[in-house]
């Protein structure tokens, strides 16, 4: 029953125009700290919005049921890793600073939501060893890029904690890969 509602056509618009417009708002959001990052390191700063274009990319082609799997391996990866990072930093800031802004509540909910959705599709990715593999690298290098080259996302309250939010990042990214491991190559296997 629950595995007919995913599938629905009409859910899949819907979730598709949602992602759709939490993906363009995400890299609006982004806008500031765009503007002053190298373009080398472009496509590596927006995490968030660029997970959940992963997963809207997803969503177009399981509409017309199509798989694209490097996709849905990155999707369930990143949603997972980006959707709790950002719960996490936003309570962070509300235990730092005291009080969190609507736009930081709003966030906890949407980035919640995004680790769930990527994990509650699970069940119709053709992901594959080497789709894994190829998610797991760009996750790893993303966590370098942010943390070794200082391209992490700006949390003005939070900047004096970036050395422990990078090992806290880095050890997300090996637990949203192994649960990825867990649902995908390793339940292939079970069945």
Do not use: C
């Amino acid at each position: 029953m629950f595995r007919h509602i995913l599938a629905d056509r009409r859910v899949l618009i819907l979730l598709f125009i949602i992602n759709l417009l939490g993906t363009i708002y995400g890299f609006y959001w982004y806008k500031y700290q765009l503007a002053i990052t190298p373009a080398k390191f472009l496509i590596f700063v927006p995490d968030s919005p660029t997970a959940s274009l992963f997963f809207t990319i997803f969503l177009l082609f399981f509409i017309f049921g199509r798989n694209v799997p490097y996709i849905e391996a990155l999707a369930l990866i990143t949603l997972f890793k980006y959707g709790v990072w950002a719960v996490v930093m936003n309570l962070l800031s509300l235990y730092i600073d005291g009080s969190l802004s609507p736009q930081g509540y709003m966030l906890i909910i949407s980035h919640a939501l995004m680790a769930v959705e990527g994990l509650l599709y699970v069940r119709f990715y053709k992901v594959k060893l080497k789709h894994l593999v190829v998610a797991s690298i760009w996750t790893l290098h993303n966590d370098v890029i942010d943390y070794v080259y200082g391209m992490m996302p700006i949390y003005n309250s939070l900047t004096e904690y970036m050395d422990h939010i990078g090992y806290f990042t880095f050890w997300l990214s090996i637990t949203s890969i192994f649960i990825a491991y867990q649902l995908t190559i390793k339940r292939q296997h079970q069945l």
